[in-house]
């Protein structure tokens, strides 16, 4: 009966996302299924066969150790913070990110990450016969992230139509970083992490094309020189015009600068988002001792949890841990679950994980007008602006959309 449950909610997810539909006649059905199918062969392969669960819980082990080998210089630097029982949020999760972002943005100066991006977004694009350049941006997203992406993407989304920056907004709010997912397997389960990021990748293409179906001729599907703000990573423009790569090491400390303050972002955000959580359940527990934000949010999010195949009980608690998520952030539910997790059924486990693994978030919907106001023009910046429903709609439907796509295979 729950996988009927689950196999209904998958199908009524694609409903909602007709229903909102901006355009439902220019909708690409073909295109959807085959996408679809693609995402079921995947889901199915990266968890029922051997071969497929080798393939994540090796990614799973390496991202585990490099954070292994990160809390060596944490250890040289606070030894008090390390060589403990229990290692807290901050210690355990957050500052092995000080290695991990530079790693990445070292494999992106020597040309290694765009290389796989360029090739992976053309395989995409012949597969789902999609524009090139949605293709490109979606696998850029699962690496680089979602301002990052956009970044460097600055001259193609100022030669490109509004519609389409709409759907590159919409899609961004759907994504993961690639150097936070050490982070992200210390807390949760890490093969559901990996079987999310392919799985969201394609989901996000799905939702977008019902929700903005865009007409995209043969002569605007093209892939516009990439490079933040008209240049590559570690590159800029000299007086005479020409391009003059970045010394490594000057390259290098921005890249640990930056990295620090991603550290810093990140508890900030879960300190703040934590503490006025509380304080809204103190005032509202004013009224009533059994409401909280959870309680109230759990309600809200109940049908859609249902429809992922959990009884009653685990729906409402699955449903207040989508609603804390959607409100501040992945960090804070899997702060909550990190150690009961591995009780949970597999079902259970594999639709929470997968649901909590990616940005999607109102805090990101700011961070995502933020990135767009500085690189294209106001008549895009305003269609954007004027669809921050249509951005939160498109990441909650892809979270739902792949977690109902993975928790199918996992029971």
Not at 51 to 62: E, F, P, Q, T
Not at 69 to 80: D, Q
Not at 186 to 210: D, E, H, K, R, S
Not at 220 to 234: C, F, N, P, Q, R
Request: contains cysteine; hydrophobic residues 55%.
């Amino acid at each position: 009966m729950y996988l009927l449950v689950n196999v209904i909610g998958l199908l009524v997810f694609i409903g909602v996302g007709f229903l909102f539909s901006k355009k439902k006649k220019d909708i690409d059905w073909r295109s959807v299924l085959i996408m679809l199918v693609i995402n079921l062969v995947l889901a199915w392969f990266l968890t029922s066969f051997s071969v497929g669960r080798d393939i994540v819980l090796g990614a799973a082990n390496g991202f585990n150790w490099l954070v292994q080998v990160a809390y060596t210089g944490i250890a040289f630097a606070l030894p008090s913070w390390v060589n403990v029982k229990q290692m807290d949020f901050v210690a355990s999760v957050l500052l092995p990110i000080l290695m991990i972002i530079p790693l990445f943005d070292i494999l992106t100066y020597i040309g290694v990450l765009p290389w796989i991006i360029k090739w992976l977004g053309r395989g995409l694009a012949k597969i789902t016969g999609q524009p090139k350049f949605e293709s490109f941006f979606a696998v850029e997203m699962m690496f680089l992230g979602n301002t990052e992406a956009l970044a460097v993407s600055s001259l193609q989304l100022k030669q490109m139509k509004a519609e389409r920056t709409l759907t590159l907004a919409m899609m961004s709010m759907s994504c993961v970083t690639a150097s936070i997912i050490g982070a992200y397997t210390q807390m949760m389960p890490g093969q559901f992490i990996l079987t999310a990021i392919p799985v969201n990748i394609i989901n996000a293409i799905i939702v977008t094309n019902i929700l903005n179906p865009v007409k995209v001729t043969p002569e605007e599907d093209t892939i516009a020189k990439m490079g933040g703000s008209g240049s590559a990573v570690g590159e800029e423009e000299a007086a005479d015009g020409k391009i003059e790569r970045e010394p490594f090491f000057s390259f290098l400390g921005d890249s640990i600068l930056n990295a620090g303050k991603l550290v810093l972002i990140i508890t900030a955000n879960v300190i703040a988002f934590v503490a006025l959580a509380a304080l809204i359940d103190k005032v509202l527990q004013l009224f009533n001792p059994w409401i909280t934000l959870e309680h109230l949010l759990g309600i809200v999010m109940f049908p859609f949890a249902w429809l992922m195949g959990l009884d009653v009980s685990h729906a409402f608690e699955f449903a207040q841990y989508m609603g804390t998520k959607l409100v501040t952030n992945e960090f804070v539910v899997m702060g909550k679950v990190q150690n009961s997790i591995t009780t949970f059924a597999p079902h259970y486990q594999a639709v929470l994980t997968v649901f909590v693994t990616s940005f999607a978030n109102f805090s990101t919907v700011g961070m995502i007008i933020g990135a767009f106001k500085g690189l294209v023009d106001r008549e895009k910046n305003d269609m954007i602006a004027k669809n921050v429903g249509y951005m939160l709609l498109s990441g909650i439907l892809v979270s739902l959309l792949s977690a109902a796509t993975v928790g199918l295979f996992v029971w």
